[in-house]
Nanobody, 125 residues
Framework: QVRLMESGGGSVQAGGSLRLSCVAS?????????LGWFRQAPGKEREGVAFIGSGGTTSYADSLKDRFNIFKDSSKNTLYLDINDLKPEDTAVYYC??????????????????WGQGTPVTVAS
């Protein structure tokens, strides 16, 4: 059974940093998938945060690219998201997602084959 398991969320002070992890298991090889991080704040719609294609090309939401860094470790079959200079508006549940198809559809429409259960991030001012 394919599974994506996020971890690394928590409560932090504004200005701090976090590293979120997403471990893939159950036969999903991250090198053959487009991968992404999404977040959903209370009362708001889900939004795409950062994406990485199977070849390693990355893309970010325009407003976040200076503080967010997505990368993967194929040897650990794990996707990561570093978040720096955390702000209260970063408070949300963060989800990882994997798509067999185009990263464009993952990024533009959130079309994924697999989703994790989410890890919450709370940033205090």
């Amino acid at each position: 059974q394919v599974r994506l398991m996020e971890s690394g969320g928590g409560s932090v002070q504004a200005g701090g940093s976090l590293r979120l992890s997403c471990v893939a298991s159950g036969g999903l090889d991250i090198d053959f998938y487009a991968l992404g991080w999404f977040r959903q704040a209370p009362g708001k719609e889900r939004e795409g945060v950062a994406f990485i294609g199977s070849g390693g090309t990355t893309s970010y939401a325009d407003s976040l690219k200076d503080r967010f860094n997505i990368f993967k470790d194929s040897s650990k079959n794990t996707l990561y998201l570093d978040i720096n200079d955390l702000k209260p508006e970063d408070t949300a549940v963060y989800y990882c997602a994997a798509a067999r198809g185009s990263i464009v559809l993952l990024q533009s429409r959130g079309r994924a084959d697999y989703w994790g259960q989410g890890t919450p991030v709370t940033v205090a001012s």
